[in-house]
Every structure is written in structure tokens, then in C-alpha cells.
């Protein structure tokens, strides 16, 4: 491309192609975030300007609704529980997850079809309504009102997927790869640890987002299933509709920061490998 | 340890694990549906789809499904191929890109009623620019397509991120040789897409079409925030059996029914887009 | 002597906390919901008991989700439950302690409210707790576009809809606010307040002429009804941001109006219309599921919210009216006082028509309101004939009616058996 040299006209075509480009990326950034800057605008007003009309667009930093939330009882445990039944259900969700999703990529056996959709039909069923056998059979065992226990429900809706996801990027790794490994003397396993493992980075990064952000946000097996160790979204997010206009967007601004912040750590692993031939 | 017993061994902890703690209260729940008082019925079946709202709420269910979805996958298949082609910020505005993922379909609710109700954002902007001299009521039963509107705008707006983190992460998998060949070949930029980024990325698109469709028949939260009563979903009408009419009997039936209908458009897209055992070059 | 002090405070502190770690009561409730006052019950009104008690407030899902599963594992820690009184009668009763033996101190607790309690039986299932009501509240903006001649106190449904009009035709906009989002109490509105005052009955006369002139009045007062209601639920916030200047809705769910522009709104009686002004109670209760870990701080608990003392401090916190007989002090707050100021009005008006929250429907109580709600979306939203709809909810309301073979209730006649629908 670069040796030639470009007539006028296909010059001006790129050009015009580059700014329709960088126009559609600053519009879809703006489409993303404009929402979110309307949640903080009213996060940071006070109760009058979030009722009034117009709207104003440029926030007031009134920190009033904040400060409620600051002072609210019990917030940083809930916050800590949060995390940690978070973090469980990722590594569970990982762990149980991408050992599937590599065999639903590498072999054919049978059941496989019906092993996907019983992967499947986990999403497929609302939690609300398994969350009573489910809650009785925590009481039972002892897994009621424990953390572990609440990571195990949210394990359960993350798999389909971390499976997926893990399936969808084996696919996506050439077997012959693989091959190559074995016939220079890598077995199996040292042959996915040392040549597969690294490719699929992003697609663990990926399904450790999935994990997080549905477990963070899960609300109803968390209002079941915890009572003195309430998760984040089950202490703050059920009783969001039924509060006040400017306390319901100071508290879904609070959810919404630290999965952003947790997106935001993990976003880089997401191009990890970019490319097998830019390696 | 071989290749006969290898998959099977692969699959056993998190089939042992969904056993637990889904096919178990899943069947204890099924059987609800069929039984009232005591012994096989389909009478909570009949009672579901009897309910004169039910086909409202399927329409309205398959309607956003059929708009959203592919509008979805256009656009996530649209911004993935952006941030490939990027190279400086890349990093950040993929980031921007997934932030919705991290917001709750409650939060979500919250944030677009805010901008459509009467003194909301939209009202205001309107205002602001002569428009309208006064707000006026949008999500109303006089004109239903605004209200369809607001919750198609909203949902793909929640939840394009879940498709395009997969459609992300499945296009760095795929060698950068093959657009540097087709390249040298003079292969237009859409002839590259069509013909490498499609059929390559073919699981990833899989993977995330499945799991969009299913989550769109289960869509609720936002479509409660925005269309009140005015836009029932089937959701809505499962969540108001058990909980409003306590009958998890008729609950578990439309439920089943859900399940049903998305387990017929998982099987399709799977049919569609068949992912080959590994990918070969 | 100091050190002997330091010793003993020490010492009582530590007693206190794992005593309180040990038995705090998990009071699980459908109410104070709104994070302000689920706040304001934790600490003004539940600190003052000594076991100390973890007030915990859910959506109907998660609590009902919850309690079940303890009465079905037969273990449970949830030690009193605080629901409205639909959701109770909804309940198995076998499955809430007998309160009946309770000593509550000497308190007069309303004997119409604890006569619900029983739920149809002679043990004492759950004790009210607190009560509210539905009141029509408006901006003051709106006054003086009343009509000529009505009174704000003792309004009829046709001054109701000739005033909603006259602010429409002045303003330009449909102020007229009603609760009809997925939330929003708009049941109780037809239930409680629209057939009584029309028919003087709820059930009897549900398809009767009377009924179909009470849809025609509110299909009238529609046509000036603020067109985004189908998404309000707490009309506090429309009031607010007033796009709605005239409501209809529970007190509670319009104290935040009160509470942050006192001197912008007024409260008044809800309407009347040709049977009298209809309005009723909301009543909450207090009951002990069977499967509560310690039977002793349970009931301990519930005496506790029965305390005059404590009605007062729940009133505050919750803008729920005391069940018990005590004397209002005058620092209310602002919601406090106008709320009670219109429910007064209201109940001692001469042409008063109080009905009577539906009892013996059992679990069916959601299907009895879903018959108003559906009705209401038919006539209302989807413009179909009157007459055809109610006839054909009648048929799902008689079968609801014989099905649980509840006994009319107040507005309607007395029944011998099911209440028929006429």
C-alpha cells in the first residue's frame, strides 16, 4: 500500500474515511457516557435541582446525597462482602468453566449438544424462582448466610459464561498449534499450558468481567441467601425504587463505581494478545 | 488418559456442580408446573396462556428481542472492528465502551427514566434548544412507539458491552497474517470483513448472539422502569405470579414457556453458526 | 476506684456487644422500604431496645423467598415479620405463633385491627402495628382554579374532574396525578375509594350500573390525568417536579412532597360521589413465624413496637399512624401533620363511607386486586366498552369469591357464606 503513491482523490477518500472513523468512535464514546454523566449530575445535586425543570447540565457538587450514603450503617462491610463473593465467583466460575469450554472446543462426544444447553438453560431459568429451593437447601446445610454460599448461586449464573466464552476462543485457536506442540515433545498438558494457555488470556479476562459484574449486581439471591453479611446490591439496590428521587441516583452511582473500577483494572488483559502473529 | 475419557473428565466438576445447585431446585421447581393440587396437569399452562395479557407479553417479548438483538449485533460487530483498526487509545475506548456492563438493569432503569420522564434530560435538552416550550409527557399510552422506543434505546445501550467484550476478545484470536495477505491480494476493508472476520470470529459471534437472546427473553428491569404498565413483558407476568398472585405453580409455567422459547432460538443460532471442532488453518 | 470503673465499663461493654451479637431479633419487613426511613427505624425507633434488633426491609420477593424457605427447612432466623395486612391473610396462619398471650403493658390496641389480626381464627396471628391511609394531596398552585363553591375538604368527584379540568385548560397540561405504575397502589384506589363512593359496595356491585357510571367519572377524570402516570408509583416525585399538581396516593408515598416543601402543598379528603366519601385503612402487622430462634426476644420485640413510646418514634420514622391509644405530640413532622389533618377530615365527615381491608381471600388477595388493576388496564388504557369488561371480570371475581368463600366486608352488605357478585 505505502509503496505506492496514492493518486489525489484516494487520498482525500481516506481522509474523509479516517475523520468518518474518528467521528463514529467520538459519537459512540458520547452515546456511552453521556447517560452516565447525567447519573453523576444528579448524584452530585440537591434534592430541589434533581426535581427541577430544566435540568441543568453541569453538576453543583451538592454532596448531601453522598454524604447519606456515607453515613449510612454497615455500608463498608456490605462493600467488603460484595468484593469478596465477587472475587469467589470469578475464580469459581474460571475454574469450573474453561476445563468445559476446552473440551466443548477440542472434542466430539456424545451428549455434547445436550451438555450445552443444560449450560444454557442456567440463563435460560430466573433465579427468583430457584432461590426458594435453593435457600432451603442452604438452611440444611449450613450454607445459609455465609458468603461462600451466595458465590456458589452467583458460580452457577456466571459458568454459562465463562463456558462459553472459553469454548468460543479455543474454537478460535488453531488445533494444529496444538499438533505442533505434541510432535515436538509436549504432552497434552504441557502443550495447553505453554501454547494455549497464553492465547486465551483475554478470553479469561473477559469471563472474569462477566463473573464480576454479575455477581455485583445480583440483588435477589443476595437478599435471600444473606442476612447479617448483605452484599452491596441486596443492602442498597432493593430499596432504590422506593427512596427519593436524588437518593436513588447517589445510590446507583455508588454501585455502579466499583465494578467500573474493576473493569478498568482488568480492561488492558482484554488485548493481552493481540494477534497470534504480533507475538 | 485419553481422548475418549479426556472430555468427559473435562466436563464432570461443573456438570456435578450445575446439578447441584441448578438441575436440582430447577426440577423441584418444574414439577410445580404440573401439578395442582396433586397429580399431572397442564392446567397451569392453560391458565398462562388463557390470561388475556399473555400474548401481549409474548409479542412485546419477541418484538424487542427481534429489534434489539440484531440492532445489537451490528453495532458491538461495528465497534469491535473499530477498536482493532485503533491504535493509539485503543485501551480507553474500549474501556469506555464496556462501562455499561458494570451497570445493574435496576441502575439502568433508573438512569433512562431519568433522561425520558416528563422533567427529564431529554425535556430539558428539548427546552433548551427551542424545541418545545414546555415539557412534554413522553412515555405515554397515547403514542406507544416512543415508549417501545425508549426501551430499545435503553437496552442496547445496557447491554451491547456483553456482546462486544466476546466479539473483542474472539477478534484478537484471529492472525493478523490473514488481513496482511488479503491486503497484498487488494481485498476492499469490507471484502476483509466479510470474508476473514466473519467466518473466523464465527464462535465468538456464536457464543454471544446465545447468550444476548437468551438474556432479551428475560429482559425486565428496564422495560419496567420505562414502560410502566403500558409495555408487559413475560417476565414481568412470571414475576407477578409468584410474587403478587403467590402462585408458583402458573409461575413455573410461563416460566418453562421462556425457557422453551429460548432454548429454540439457542438450537438455531447454534445450527447457524456451527463452530468446527477447533479451528484449522 | 477509677481503674475498678474503667474495669466495670470494660467488662459491661464487652457483656453488651456479644450479648447483643448473640440475640439480636432479625426483624424482616415488607415496610419502611425507602432507605431514609429504613435508616430512621435502625435508629430511632429500634435502638431503644435493649436485645437489640436487626431491622431488615425487602421487596415482597426476597421476604416471602425467605420466610418460606425457613418454614419449609424448619429452621429459621428471622425472629418478627412486619407486613401489611394482605400479605399476612396471604400466609398459612398455622405458620405465625398465637400472639394472643403477649402481655403489651396495658396498652388499647384498635380492636377492628385486631380482630384482622386473627385472620379468620380465634388465635391472635399477627398484631397491627401501624396504619396509613390514601389522601389526595395538591400544590398550592392549583387552589385557585377549584371551582366555584367546593370546599378542598369535602370535594365531590365531579368538582374532582371539573377542577383537574380548569387547571388543564389553564396551564395547558394534564395535572391530575394517579398512581398507576407497576408500583403504584392504584387497586386500592378502585377498591377502597372509587366503588365504595359509587356504589357503596366492592364486590356485590361490581358489574352493577352504579359501577359502570363510577368507570365513566374516572374515565372523565383520565381525560385530564397527567398521560405519563402509568409510570408513577410514589406520587411524592411528581408532586415535586410538578408535573403533577393534584394526586391521589398512600400517605407515606406522599410525605416526601411534605417533608421537603411543607409550605407547597396541601392535603385534603379524598372525594366523594353519590354513595358517600369511600376511603380506607392500610393496616401493617407484627407477627413470630413458628421457626423463630428465640420465642422470647421475638415477642419481647413486638411488645416493644406496641409501646406507646415507640408507635410515636415509628410514626416519625415512617409516617404510619400509631394503632394504639396515644396522645399525638405537636413537633410531628411536616408530612405528619397534614397527612393526619386529612384522614381526620376525612373519617369524621358526615357523609364518611369507610370500607373495610378484603379478609378471608386468603392467598388469593393478589388475583381479588388483580381483577380492579385488569379492569382498570382494559376500560382505562385500552378504551374497551365498559359494560363488556366488568361483566367479563366478574366471572374471574365470582370464582375468587367462591373459591375462598370469603363473607362480604364493609362497604358491601353482609353475605351468608361467599360474597356474590350481583
Given amino acids: 500500500m505505502t509503496a505506492v503513491t496514492p493518486d489525489v482523490a484516494h487520498a482525500d477518500v481516506r481522509k474523509s474515511g479516517r475523520f468518518l472513523f474518528r467521528a463514529a468512535i467520538v459519537f459512540l464514546c458520547a452515546w456511552v457516557l453521556v447517560p452516565i454523566y447525567f447519573l453523576l449530575i444528579n448524584t452530585l445535586s440537591s434534592p430541589e435541582t434533581v426535581n427541577a425543570f430544566p435540568k441543568s447540565f453541569i453538576p453543583e457538587f451538592d454532596m448531601g446525597s453522598l454524604t447519606f450514603f456515607a453515613n449510612f450503617a454497615g455500608m463498608l462491610t456490605a462493600l467488603k462482602n460484595s468484593v469478596i463473593v465477587a472475587c469467589l465467583t470469578m475464580v469459581l466460575s474460571i475454574a469450573f468453566g474453561a476445563p468445559a469450554g476446552y473440551a466443548l472446543s477440542r472434542f466430539d462426544f456424545r451428549g455434547k449438544e445436550l451438555f450445552r444447553v443444560l449450560i444454557l438453560l442456567t440463563r435460560a431459568f430466573p433465579l427468583p424462582l430457584l432461590a426458594l429451593p435453593l435457600a432451603v437447601l442452604f438452611i440444611r446445610t449450613g450454607l445459609d448466610d455465609t458468603l461462600l454460599g451466595l458465590a456458589l448461586v452467583h458460580t452457577t449464573l456466571a459458568i454459562p459464561f465463562a463456558v462459553l466464552i472459553t469454548f468460543s476462543l479455543f474454537s478460535g485457536i488453531p488445533i494444529e498449534l496444538e499438533e505442533a506442540a505434541w510432535t515436538l515433545g509436549c504432552t497434552r498438558f504441557t502443550a495447553f499450558t505453554k501454547v494455549v494457555l497464553p492465547l486465551i488470556a483475554p478470553g479469561i479476562a473477559a469471563s472474569a468481567i462477566f463473573a464480576f459484574v454479575i455477581s455485583w449486581n445480583e440483588v435477589f439471591a443476595a437478599a435471600v441467601l444473606t442476612i447479617q453479611n448483605r452484599t452491596l446490591p441486596a443492602f442498597l439496590l432493593q430499596s432504590l425504587g422506593t427512596s427519593p428521587l436524588h437518593l436513588k441516583f447517589a445510590g446507583g452511582f455508588i454501585l455502579v463505581v466499583p465494578a467500573l473500577v474493576f473493569i478498568f483494572a482488568v480492561r488492558k488483559y482484554l488485548f493481552a494478545m493481540w494477534g497470534i502473529a504480533n507475538r | 488418559m485419553n481422548a475418549r475419557t479426556l472430555p468427559y473428565l473435562l466436563i464432570l466438576p461443573v456438570t456435578l456442580f450445575l446439578c447441584v445447585f441448578f438441575i436440582y431446585p430447577f426440577v423441584l421447581v418444574a414439577q410445580l408446573a404440573f401439578t395442582q393440587g396433586d397429580g399431572f396437569t397442564l392446567a397451569n399452562f392453560r391458565e398462562v396462556v388463557g390470561y388475556w395479557k399473555f400474548p401481549i407479553s409474548l409479542k412485546n417479548t419477541l418484538l424487542l428481542a427481534a429489534i434489539v438483538v440484531p440492532i445489537q449485533l451490528a453495532l458491538s460487530l461495528a465497534m469491535a472492528t473499530m477498536v482493532s483498526k485503533m491504535e493509539k487509545g485503543r485501551d480507553l475506548v474500549l474501556y469506555v465502551w464496556t462501562i455499561p456492563l458494570g451497570i445493574s438493569d435496576l441502575a439502568a432503569g433508573i438512569i433512562w427514566l431519568a433522561i425520558f420522564e416528563q422533567s427529564g434530560f431529554l425535556n430539558s435538552m428539548m427546552s433548551g434548544m427551542g424545541l418545545i416550550d414546555k415539557p412534554i409527557s413522553l412515555l405515554t399510552y397515547e403514542h406507544p412507539w416512543v415508549i417501545f422506543i425508549a426501551i430499545a434505546l435503553a437496552e442496547i445501550w445496557r447491554a451491547t458491552a456483553i456482546m462486544l467484550v466476546i466479539l473483542v476478545a474472539g477478534m484478537g484470536l484471529i492472525p493478523k497474517e490473514y488481513y496482511e495477505a488479503a491486503e497484498v491480494f487488494g481485498a476492499s476493508p469490507w471484502k476483509r470483513f466479510l470474508k476473514i472476520t466473519l467466518p473466523m470470529l464465527r464462535p465468538s459471534l456464536q457464543t454471544a448472539l446465545v447468550l444476548r437472546v437468551i438474556l432479551a427473553f428475560e429482559v425486565f428491569a428496564v422495560v419496567i422502569a420505562l414502560g410502566g404498565s403500558l409495555f408487559p413483558v413475560l417476565m414481568a407476568e412470571t414475576y407477578a405470579y409468584q410474587f403478587d398472585l403467590l402462585n408458583s405453580g402458573a409461575a413455573a409455567a410461563i416460566a418453562l414457556i421462556i425457557l422453551a422459547i429460548s432454548i429454540g432460538f439457542t438450537l438455531i443460532i447454534l445450527r447457524l453458526l456451527r463452530v468446527p471442532k477447533g479451528a484449522t488453518i | ?422
Avoid at chain 3, 406496641?306 to 408530612?335: C, G, H, W, Y
Avoid at chain 3, 379478609?359 to 366498552?385: C, H, M, P, T
Wanted: overall charge negative; proline content about 6%.
Fill in chain 3, 1 to 422: 476506684m477509677n481503674l475498678q470503673n474503667v474495669l466495670l465499663g470494660a467488662t459491661a461493654a464487652v457483656a453488651l456487644t456479644t450479648g447483643a451479637a448473640q440475640a439480636e431479633v432479625l426483624f424482616w419487613s415488607t415496610q419502611a422500604k425507602p432507605i431514609e426511613e429504613t435508616q430512621a427505624m435502625r435508629d430511632q425507633v429500634l435502638s431503644g431496645f435493649d436485645a437489640g434488633a436487626d431491622y431488615q426491609a425487602n421487596d415482597s420477593g426476597p421476604f416471602l423467598t425467605r420466610l418460606n424457605a425457613e418454614l419449609q427447612a424448619g429452621d429459621g432466623t428471622i425472629g418478627v415479620l412486619g407486613d401489611l395486612h394482605g400479605g399476612f391473610a396471604a400466609m398459612d396462619a398455622a405458620n405465625l405463633a398465637d400472639l394472643s398471650g403477649l402481655d403489651l403493658g396495658g396498652v388499647t390496641v384498635n380492636p377492628t385491627f385486631l380482630e384482622l389480626g386473627k385472620l379468620g381464627t380465634d388465635q391472635q396471628h399477627y398484631l397491627p402495628w401501624m396504619q396509613a391511609s390514601y389522601i389526595m394531596a395538591a400544590n398550592k398552585k392549583a387552589l385557585e382554579f377549584l371551582p366555584e363553591g367546593a370546599d378542598i375538604d369535602a370535594l365531590t368527584y365531579d368538582q374532582l374532574i371539573a377542577w383537574s379540568a380548569a387547571v388543564e385548560e389553564a396551564t395547558g397540561d394534564k395535572k391530575f396525578g394517579f398512581p398507576a405504575g407497576p408500583d403504584g397502589l392504584k387497586h386500592r384506589f378502585f377498591q377502597g375509594y372509587l366503588y365504595p363512593s359509587y356504589t357503596d359496595g366492592v364486590v356485590r356491585t361490581f358489574k352493577s350500573d352504579a359501577a359502570v357510571g363510577a368507570w365513566e367519572a374516572f374515565r372523565a377524570l383520565w381525560s385530564h390525568t397527567n398521560t405519563g402516570s402509568t409510570n408513577f408509583s410514589f406520587m411524592q416525585e411528581q408532586l415535586l417536579s410538578e408535573d403533577v399538581w393534584i394526586a391521589f396516593d398512600h400517605t407515606s408515598r406522599l410525605a416526601g412532597a411534605f417533608n421537603e416543601r411543607p409550605d407547597d402543598f396541601v392535603a385534603f379528603p379524598a372525594p366523594a360521589g353519590p354513595t358517600g366519601r369511600g376511603f380506607m385503612p392500610v393496616v401493617a402487622g407484627l407477627a413470630i413465624p413458628v421457626t423463630a430462634p428465640d420465642m422470647a426476644e421475638a415477642e419481647a420485640l413486638v411488645a416493644y413496637m406496641m409501646k406507646p413510646e415507640t408507635q410515636i418514634a415509628t410514626l416519625r420514622a415512617t409516617n404510619f399512624f400509631p394503632v394504639v391509644d396515644v396522645a399525638l405530640p405537636d413537633d410531628l413532622p411536616p408530612s405528619v401533620r397534614a397527612a393526619g389533618d386529612a384522614i381526620a377530615k376525612m373519617s369524621g365527615a358526615a357523609d364518611a363511607n369507610p370500607g373495610l381491608l378484603p379478609a378471608g381471600l386468603g392467598d388469593k388477595g393478589g388475583d381479588f386486586n388483580r381483577v380492579y388493576v385488569d379492569s382498570f388496564e382494559r376500560i382505562i388504557l385500552g378504551g374497551q366498552d365498559i359494560r363488556a369488561v366488568l361483566d367479563d371480570q366478574a366471572k374471574v371475581l365470582d370464582a375468587i369469591m367462591q373459591e375462598t368463600g370469603a363473607v362480604c366486608w364493609a362497604p358491601d352488605a353482609p353475605s351468608e357464606g361467599a360474597c356474590p357478585v350481583e
